[in-house]
């Protein structure tokens, strides 16, 4: 079974988008509701949702 994480926090977010904290952040703030899991304090960002929403991002 593959074992690829399905949350990613903002420093694994920011990777994955070769893109700074900062920036990486107001990605997911200002998209909070498209692919930001909010547990406790901390964000998280639902990689499948984060790839979808790059694709409609792509296609724009």
């Not at 700074?20 to 547990?39: A, S």
Request: charged content about 35%; overall charge positive; aromatic content about 6%.
């Amino acid at each position: 079974m593959d074992n690829e994480k399905i949350l990613l926090n903002v420093e694994e977010t920011a990777e994955y988008l070769n893109l700074g904290k900062t920036k990486t952040r107001q990605l997911m703030k200002e998209n909070e509701k498209i692919f930001v899991v909010r547990i406790g304090n901390r964000n998280y960002a639902h990689k499948m949702l984060l790839d979808k929403w790059l694709l409609a991002q792509i296609r724009k």
